[in-house]
Each structure stands twice: as C-alpha cells, then as structure tokens.
C-alpha cells in the first residue's frame, strides 16, 4: 500500500481546504486511515481518524467541529475537510494507514504505511 498526501496550500484564518489522502492497493480499503500534523520542533499529533467502514471517526479537541473525515472505497481515498482555519493549524500533514482488516478500533498504536507530508500554512 502506497500513499500520497495532496490538497496543502496557504489560506487566510478563517478559510478552508481539504486534503486528500489517495492509495495503491485493493486492501486500503479495509483499512483504519489517520490523518496526522507536525510542526518542527514538536511532537506528530493525531488528528482525525476513520474507520475501514467510514462508520467510525476521531477528532482531536484542537480540531473537532471545524474538520471533517471522510473516505470514498471505491476511489481508495479519504478526505480531510479543514473548516474554520486558525494559524495554529499551520503543520505539515500527513496520511497512514493501520494494516489491520475490517478493524473496528480507532486506537492504533502503530500506522504501518505512510503517505508523504502536505504543508497547510494559515496566515492571520
């Protein structure tokens, strides 16, 4: 499974953009997917989650009710709508994806497969 990150740009606080998360592979789709930011200097953070089924999501407190997860199987790729963007947001995001089949858990200790990084940068 292979897994490339896009959708990165710069955005006024305030406005919106939405990642892409697209993959190689048939299993994918059976996959929990996570959307994870870093910033230089600091720890990589979760912030959204979803499971194989899309019937099962995360949001981290720094995130919740402004973005929004979601995936389409058949086009292997899940989305991550950022709404309401403040400038803390601003972090290199990136994609992974748990090996697990059909799991139901959204708590994984360790991605398997990552995609590159896209950088959001959210001007005041």
């Known amino acids: 499974v292979q897994l490339q990150a896009s959708g990165g740009g710069l955005v006024q606080a305030g406005g919106s953009l939405r990642l892409s998360c697209a993959a190689t592979g048939r299993a994918f789709k059976t996959y929990t997917v996570g959307w994870f930011r870093q910033v230089p200097g600091k720890e990589r953070e979760l912030v959204s989650a979803i499971s194989w089924s899309g019937t099962r999501k995360y949001y981290s407190d720094a995130v919740k009710g402004r973005f929004t997860i979601s995936r389409d199987n058949a086009k292997n790729t899940v989305f991550l709508q950022m709404n309401s963007l403040k400038p803390e947001d601003t972090a290199v995001y990136s994609c992974?994806?748990?090996?697990?089949?059909?799991?139901?858990?959204?708590?994984?200790?360790?991605?398997?497969?990552w995609g590159q990084g896209t950088l959001v940068t959210v001007s005041s």
């Open positions: 992974a994806a748990d090996n697990v089949a059909y799991s139901t858990n959204l708590v994984v200790l360790e991605y398997d497969y």
